[in-house]
């Protein structure tokens, strides 16, 4: 059986869905945990990946410009644990963080005892 080619138009609204930057159609990938931090636009507009099932790990599938990469989530698994503001908490009392993707591996950025917010081991 022979290859089927698109139509000119048929092409032309595939690749102008593409550039719009619309997610992949639903299937494609399993989606995973998390939201998409905001990126620096790549020059080179490389697909390193389709959907989340083709990054790593816990690693999503994110635009940076014209490009797609995988990235660390800014919402990582687990719940940040309480702070119990009757007990002082040890450590530095200055913002270390805003979100979880600046956090090294599994922790999560939570608010901690000086009303900042700093890299902790989540509750899971």
Same mark, same amino acid.
């Given at each position: 059986?022979?290859?089927?080619?698109?139509?000119?138009?048929?092409?032309?609204?595939? %690749?102008?869905?593409?550039?719009? =930057?619309?997610?992949? /159609?639903?299937?494609?990938?399993?989606? +995973?945990? @998390?939201? !998409? #931090?905001?990126?620096?636009?790549?020059?080179?507009?490389?697909?390193?990946?389709?959907?989340?099932?083709?990054?790593?790990?816990? %690693?999503?599938?994110?635009?940076? =410009?014209?490009?797609? /990469?995988?990235?660390?989530?800014?919402? +990582?698994? @687990?719940? !940040? #644990?309480?702070?119990?503001?009757?007990?002082?908490?040890?450590?530095?009392?200055?913002?270390?963080?805003?979100?979880?993707?600046?956090?090294?591996?599994?922790?999560?950025?939570?608010?901690?005892?000086?009303?900042?917010?700093?890299?902790?081991?989540?509750?899971?």
């Amino acid at each position: 059986m022979p290859a089927r080619r698109l139509g000119p138009l048929t092409a032309a609204l595939l %690749l102008s869905l593409l550039l719009l =930057g619309l997610p992949p /159609v639903a299937g494609t990938g399993a989606e +995973k945990m @998390g939201v !998409c #931090p905001e990126l620096e636009a790549e020059q080179n507009c490389t697909q390193e990946c389709g959907s989340d099932g083709e990054c790593a790990d816990n %690693l999503k599938c994110c635009r940076a =410009g014209c490009a797609t /990469v995988c990235s660390v989530p800014n919402d +990582k698994k @687990g719940s !940040c #644990p309480q702070v119990n503001i009757s007990f002082p908490q040890l450590g530095l009392c200055q913002d270390q963080c805003q979100v979880d993707s600046q956090c090294p591996g599994q922790m999560k950025c939570c608010r901690n005892g000086c009303g900042k917010v700093s890299c902790v081991t989540p509750n899971f």
